[in-house]
């Protein structure tokens, strides 16, 4: 093992980059390689890229910069690998490989190939490849918590989106296949499973003909873990079948993130979205009064090319009639491959953020009065941190993901990755505080 090269990978983006991070860190520790999570000590950087948006493509061209700077040899993995393979090499000599989103398994030729002189482009121009519970995975998350991917890429085409571009088709895993990985990061002592891919409703519809998110389910709920949250459910699939699952599913959490992006039909209509527009609200209302402790989490893209103020004001009016959990909100951001750059009707940048900064706004007393509604009650919080000045642990109840949602601040004796009863004691905007029990 002495003289392999010692890697490091810098992640950026979504959850399901990170999970091609952990099986390109699993692959290479499995053979023997020196993984440091100091990149000034490693002899290679695996930069894992995102290129969703123009923010997070100035993020990953900064860090590449940075690396290039420090004269570091840099593999360029992830989604701008994929987006812009023949400008990134011709851009940063230091590049000496490039991976498509559909090739990271390969990680291990590839740095073998690499070490040999060899300037690699690996690259699938359509991404087929999914990793299953065979591949192995080297987690960089905490120790209660894991991401689970069911599946990857997108059949939509949604005007402003790119995804399908990047990631390719929907390609699903087998129920089987992903309840083996679910008990095999159970042995490793997580209490929380999020499930993603880019429409979780729509799982298994390329593998079975049909969505069998009810079956997968049901299928998980055998598996000995508290905590299964469900990402990325659009509000179409979210049929009785699924519902009723998801009610008879004890350690399925109620919580729902709808990436529903707009309320108005028109608007909805140019997003390439159209059968949404009439089932908003109706799928919402039924939610509510079927699963009456629904946490709901949604986002929103302002600033959709032809968004009036007339579309904008009914977005706000239905932000504040059904008053969700959690609202992410987005500037709309014109991506050159999408039919949404190429639209009449551009809404000014300012414009646009004038409305993210009012509807943000719009949902801070909302937010707060959800929090607050919890004073006084005693909560399950998994106990994720320890402030080891203040002995003071922080973590998340049911009610909050990770990264996106608020923190439970707690006072007592509590032990890390374990959930434990709460009383809620103050309450914030983002935020909960409280006691052990």
């Not at 690259?123 to 960089?140: G, K, L």
């Not at 059968?275 to 009456?292: F, H, M, S, Y």
Request: hydrophobic share 40%; charged share 25%.
């Amino acid at each position: 093992m002495g003289n392999k090269p010692t890697i490091a990978i810098s992640h950026l983006g979504c959850e399901k980059n990170r999970i091609d991070s952990e099986h390109m860190l699993g692959l290479l520790t499995q053979a023997g390689y020196s993984v440091d999570a100091n990149e000034e000590l490693a002899d290679y950087v695996i930069v894992n890229t995102c290129s969703f948006i123009q923010e997070a493509r100035q993020e990953s061209v900064r860090t590449l910069v940075e690396l290039a700077e420090a004269n570091k040899k840099i593999i360029i993995s992830g989604c701008m690998a994929q987006h812009f393979q023949g400008e990134l090499l011709e851009e940063l000599p230091e590049a000496v490989a490039l991976v498509g989103t559909g090739d990271y398994q390969k990680i291990v030729d590839i740095i073998q190939r690499v070490e040999t002189g060899e300037r690699v482009t690996e690259v699938s121009q359509n991404p087929e490849f999914i990793a299953d519970e065979t591949i192995p995975r080297y987690r960089t998350t905490n120790e209660g918590v894991a991401y689970l991917r069911v599946a990857e890429g997108c059949d939509y085409r949604c005007a402003f989106c790119i995804i399908p571009h990047l990631r390719g088709n929907q390609r699903s895993r087998s129920i089987e296949s992903i309840v083996i990985e679910a008990q095999q990061l159970v042995d490793q002592g997580v209490q929380e499973i999020i499930l993603i891919s880019q429409i979780t409703t729509n799982y298994g519809l390329d593998l079975y003909g049909e969505p069998k998110l009810a079956e997968l389910i049901r299928a998980l709920g055998k598996v000995d873990i508290p905590w299964i949250r469900i990402h990325y459910a659009y509000p179409t699939g979210l049929t009785p079948k699924v519902i009723a699952a998801i009610q008879e599913t004890p350690n399925i959490l109620p919580y729902l993130d709808l990436p529903l992006q707009h309320s108005h039909p028109e608007i909805l209509k140019g997003m390439n979205r159209p059968w949404q527009g009439q089932v908003n609200d109706k799928i919402i209302e039924q939610l509510k009064t079927a699963i009456p402790d629904a946490i709901l989490r949604t986002t929103f893209i302002v600033g959709f090319p032809g968004e009036t103020e007339a579309h904008f004001e009914h977005l706000v009016n239905f932000v504040e009639r059904h008053e969700f959990d959690h609202v992410g909100v987005f500037t709309f951001s014109p991506e050159e491959e999408t039919p949404a750059y190429k639209m009449d009707n551009q809404v000014p940048s300012e414009i646009a953020q004038e409305r993210f900064d009012y509807l943000m706004e719009k949902q801070q007393p909302i937010s707060l009065k959800k929090n607050q509604a919890y004073i006084g009650q005693t909560v399950e919080v998994l106990i994720e941190q320890e402030n080891p000045k203040t002995a003071k642990y922080i973590g998340r109840s049911a009610r909050f993901a990770p990264e996106v949602d608020g923190l439970v601040y707690v006072e007592g004796e509590a032990q890390l990755n374990s959930i434990i009863p709460v009383q809620i004691t103050d309450a914030n905007i983002y935020d909960l505080y409280g006691t052990v029990v």
